[in-house]
């Protein structure tokens, strides 16, 4: 028997803005498998180097797409990451792009102990919308959707949707 065709889709952003929140649950909802890049790559070790300035280890990007090939070929991946260009275009369906307002983003990354140019440039990087445009430049245009995650209500809403649009790919393609 053929398994049944799922889509692959990529949830990015600057850190802190729901990534991981809405991936888990979206997991959840649609049966879908979550991966996030930071824990695999932690658990497999697939870092090259150390970065001195944000004190922290550099992702080996070749190793981190070896590991997911097969995994991504099968499909129905739910991906996590706060970068969007490493990853081979063909392996998503659709690419969400999470943004936050920066005082809101300020508050909960500040939460999260980030502190200093770590969290000053982590806020930078989402008032000049850099993942939006590395997603735009990666992908095709039209696959591309910025999601607004400031409130709970955020949450629910892109939750509906991004199901919807699961059920609708799957009626489509099976
Ligand atoms: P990321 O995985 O993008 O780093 P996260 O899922 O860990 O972000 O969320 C960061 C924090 O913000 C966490 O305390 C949960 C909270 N949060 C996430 N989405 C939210 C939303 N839509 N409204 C309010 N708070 C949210």
Redesign the pocket.
Known sequence: MKMRKQPNILLT???????????KELAQRTGLTYVNIGDLAQEGQLYDGYDEEYQCPILDEDRVVDELEEKMAEGGAIV?Y?GCDLFPKRWFHIVFV?RTDNT?LYT?LE??GYTGKKLQDNVQCEIFQTIYEEAMEAYSEDIVHQLP????E??EK?LEQIAQWTEQWMKDHN
């Open positions: 952003g600057t850190p802190g803005v729901g990534k991981t929140t809405l991936g996590d706060h999470l809101q909960r939460s999260r995650s400031n409130t709970p955020d949450l892109n």
